[in-house]
């Protein structure tokens, strides 16, 4: 057997022994700047400290520091001059969780998709909080993403019209984590499925110009809500609603990231999603407000599909189909590709007219803006930011003060509710397909026997 020579040995060996060095340099150079970066960023926090917090930057009430505010550019004040560093946790607020025992229960609310929530009462204060146990439904893959994002987008939400979470408590068990928020007395669905007659139009549009303003929020601060619907407006009995069930949110950016498709609970999902697009934006939560838009004025969810592609039909039922001048880039979605699209329902009728058929209420400015909300087009949406600016919310009558608007027995300081049949929020994991040969225009004429898609549980009782 011929080996390597005794001299090359020596050579490699001599070289790799130098390098083996440099490497041993350089990490011991590597590990001196990190203490040197640790001791100054404690010296930092150290003087950041606000007078009256404690040493692991808790409150004097032994709370968790308050949600910090997102700031627009923050990261723009590092100028060209100040050395780029890696970014950090930052770890100055951080403390163990409180145990939920500081909280006694007092009734069970609801159990969605992500988890039970309860009223209770924290003791040392008689405050009355919800509590939101988190499930922790495979704890073997480290702790569930979902409930990460739910956490870190609510910690920086901090607005008046997105519920407030106070601090995350924990049990014994390391699948015992619960988020404490705000109380509130009502969920919108729930509200409304108690109510003799739709809110008035003043009424709606109060509930529409905060809705909308904690969305026009959000976005700016690149956070995709991406599971708005009415049970999860949450609304107190002083005229105030908060975008609750941060459980889908994310973080997002210009260009967006790879996103997942399967988001938004079917009822409230956009056309785009539901035609398999995986680079979507903040237009997705648009359309979800136009559908609230179009429920609080019935009472009724807009669009009620059975799948996804019963949902699609529904949607183009009531706007008409797609057309090269309204949607230019249709075709090019991969649920939309072989897709055969039905004649429109009402050739004659624009959505606008449509719309205006369907909601003989709703005066010419409100059909205009749903009209807006509802396009099928995401480009064509209007943003959070211009619809705060329609002219709807101008017109009369003009929108309720909060101290005027109505009040309502709390079901979920009582007792348990109980809920009539509606989708659940999507799980996460792959979109469905759409089979994009079905010819939708035999569809339509039989729409119960559609198999495409993958299937919604209806969430019964
Ligand atoms: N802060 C709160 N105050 C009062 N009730 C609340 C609060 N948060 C949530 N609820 C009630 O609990 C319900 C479920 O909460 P949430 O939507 O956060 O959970 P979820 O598991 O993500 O639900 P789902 O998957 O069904 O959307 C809400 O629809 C609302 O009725
Ligand atoms: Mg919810």
Same mark, same amino acid.
């Given at each position: 057997m011929t080996g390597k020579s005794r001299w090359t040995d020596d050579k490699d060996d001599a070289v790799v022994a130098a390098q083996r060095k440099k490497e041993r340099e350089e990490k011991k150079r590597a590990k001196a700047e990190k203490q040197r970066r640790i001791e100054e960023a404690q010296l930092r926090h150290q003087n950041e400290a606000r007078p009256g917090?404690?040493?692991? !930057?808790?409150e004097d009430s032994d709370r968790p520091a308050k949600r910090r505010k997102v700031t *627009? @550019?923050?990261?723009?004040?590092? @100028?060209?001059s100040q050395p780029r560093e890696l970014l950090r946790f930052d770890? &100055?607020?951080?403390g163990p969780c409180r145990h939920v025992d500081n909280f006694e229960r007092l009734n069970h609310i609801e159990e969605g998709s992500y988890g039970w929530v309860s009223r209770a009462r924290e003791?040392?204060?008689g405050e009355i909080v919800a509590l939101k146990k988190l $499930?922790?439904?495979?704890l073997n893959d480290g702790f569930p993403i979902t409930a990460m994002r739910e956490i870190q987008t609510l910690m920086q939400a901090s607005h008046l019209h997105i519920v407030e979470l106070r601090e995350i408590v924990v049990g014994t068990s390391l699948n015992d984590v619960f988020m404490v928020m705000e109380f509130l007395e009502h969920d919108l669905k729930t509200l409304q499925e108690d109510? &003799?007659?739709?809110?008035?139009p003043s009424e709606l549009k109060t509930i529409l110009l905060q809705l909308t303003s904690a969305v026009a929020y959000l976005h700016f601060h690149w956070?995709?809500? =991406?599971d708005l619907k009415t049970s999860n407006i949450l609304m107190n009995n002083r005229g105030e609603i908060k975008v609750a069930d941060f459980g889908m949110a994310r973080f997002t950016g210009d260009p967006p990231?790879?996103?997942?498709?399967?988001?938004?609970t079917l009822w409230y999902r956009a056309p785009e999603l539901l035609l398999g697009?995986?680079?979507?934006?903040?237009a997705i939560d648009m359309w979800s407000l136009g559908c609230i838009f179009a429920e609080l004025l019935t $009472?009724?969810?807009?669009f009620q599909g059975s799948r996804e592609l019963d949902q699609l039909l529904k949607i183009f039922d009531l706007l008409g189909p797609p057309t090269t001048e309204s949607?230019?880039?249709? =075709?090019?979605l991969p649920n939309a590709r072989a897709m055969k699209l039905p004649p429109s *329902? &009402?050739?004659?009728?624009?959505p606008q007219q449509s719309l205006r058929r369907k909601f003989p209420i709703l005066t010419g400015s409100g059909v205009s803006l749903l009209a807006s909300l509802l396009s099928l087009n995401p480009e064509h949406r209007l943003t959070a930011e211009e619809t705060l600016q329609h002219e709807y919310f101008r017109d009369e009558p003009r929108p309720k003060s909060k101290s005027m608007m109505p009040t309502f027995p709390s079901k979920a300081g009582q007792e348990r509710r109980r809920r009539r049949a509606s989708p659940n929020a999507p799980q996460r994991g792959d979109a469905p397909k759409i089979? !994009?040969?079905?010819?939708s225009g035999g569809i339509f004429g039989r729409r119960e026997d559609i198999e495409g898609g993958a299937g919604f549980q209806l969430k019964m009782g």
């Open positions: 917090s404690t040493p692991n !930057g808790h *627009p @550019g923050a990261d723009e004040q590092h @100028g060209e770890a &100055s607020g951080w003791t040392a204060t $499930k922790m439904d495979n109510m &003799s007659e739709p809110f008035a956070i995709l809500h =991406r990231p790879a996103l997942t498709q399967l988001v938004v697009t995986t680079t979507y934006d903040s $009472k009724e969810p807009l949607w230019p880039t249709f =075709r090019r *329902p &009402s050739p004659h009728l624009s089979d !994009g040969n079905m010819d």
